[in-house]
C-alpha cells in the first residue's frame, strides 16, 4: 500500500513553455502533498506543501508565480512550471502525506526528470 | 532553525563490510528522524524512522539506526553490506513542533560497494 506515482517520468520540453507534472496517491487520499526539487549529486529541497482545496504554501525563495501547484483531489496534485527556461531543468519529486496512527508519514513517487532546451 | 548534516559525501566500502552513515541534526525538541535510500534516477524509500522509545532502531534491507540525543545523532548501520545497496542516502528530520509532516533533508550521502 501507500503507493504514489508520477507523470510524466522523464519530459523534455523547449524555452518558453509550460509543462504540467502530475502526482498521484494510487491506493490512499492525501489531503497533503509536497513538491521537492533535487540538482544532481544534491539533496531535495522543499518547494511548496499542498493541501487539498486550498493554495498551497510555498518555501521562501520559490516563485509562486512560477510553479503553478493544484491540488483539485485527495489523489492529485499537479506541479506547473510556467514559461520554463533551462535553469529550471531539475528532478522534481512529489510525496503524499499519510497519518498512520501516531505519526505523518511521507510516500515518495519516482521523480520527474525535467529538461529544458 | 533545524538543520541536518551528513559529514560524509562520498562512502566507498567493499562488499561484506560493516557499514556506518554519520547523521547529526539540529532540533530543539525530541525529533522525528529518518533515513531514506534513492537509487539512481529513483524516488525515495524509506528505510527506517525513529519517533520515540527504543533508540535502537530497525529497519528494512537488514538496515538499523541509533538515535543519541547527547551526540545529536542518528547513525545509518548495517553489519554486512551488499552491492545491491549502492545508492545515496539521505538523513531526515521532521520540521515543526506539531509534525506537519514537512521533512528536511540532510545533504546525502553516495555509497559505492566495490566487488
Known amino acids: 500500500g501507500a503507493v504514489v506515482s508520477q507523470h510524466p517520468s522523464r519530459v523534455i520540453c523547449k524555452s518558453g513553455t509550460s509543462v504540467k507534472i502530475e502526482c498521484r496517491s494510487l491506493?490512499?487520499?492525501?489531503?497533503?502533498m509536497f513538491w521537492y526539487r533535487q540538482f544532481p549529486k544534491q539533496s531535495l529541497m522543499l518547494m511548496a506543501t499542498?493541501?487539498?482545496?486550498?493554495?498551497?504554501?510555498?518555501e521562501q525563495g520559490v516563485e509562486k508565480d512560477k510553479f503553478l501547484i493544484n491540488h483539485a483531489s485527495l489523489t492529485l496534485s499537479t506541479l506547473t512550471v510556467t514559461s520554463a527556461h533551462p535553469e529550471d531543468s531539475s528532478f522534481y519529486i512529489c510525496?503524499?502525506?499519510?497519518?498512520?496512527?501516531?505519526?505523518?508519514?511521507?510516500?515518495f513517487g519516482p521523480g520527474t526528470r525535467l529538461t529544458v532546451l | 532553525a533545524q538543520s541536518v548534516t551528513q559529514p560524509d559525501i562520498h562512502i566507498t566500502v567493499s562488499e561484506g563490510a560493516s557499514l556506518e552513515l554519520r547523521c547529526n541534526y539540529s532540533y530543539g525538541a525530541t525529533p522525528y528522524l529518518f533515513w531514506y535510500v534513492q537509487s539512481p534516477g529513483q524516488g525515495l524509500q524509506l528505510l527506517l524512522k525513529?519517533?520515540?522509545?527504543?533508540?535502537l532502531v530497525q529497519g528494512i534491507k537488514g538496515f538499523e539506526a541509533e538515535f543519541k540525543r547527547s551526540q545529536s545523532s542518528f547513525n545509518l548501520r548495517k553489519p554486512s553490506v551488499h552491492w545491491s545497496d549502492a545508492a545515496e542516502y539521505f538523513c531526515?528530520?521532521?520540521?515543526?513542533?506539531?509534525?506537519?509532516?514537512?521533512?528536511?533533508f540532510g545533504q546525502g550521502t553516495t555509497l559505492q560497494v566495490k566487488p
Open positions: 531526515a528530520v521532521g520540521h515543526g513542533s506539531s509534525n506537519t509532516g514537512k521533512l528536511i
Open positions: 499542498s493541501n487539498e482545496g486550498s493554495k498551497a504554501t510555498y
Open positions: 525513529y519517533f520515540s522509545g527504543d533508540t
Open positions: 491506493d490512499f487520499q492525501a489531503t497533503t
Open positions: 510525496s503524499a502525506k499519510a497519518y498512520r496512527g501516531n505519526y505523518n508519514e511521507q510516500f
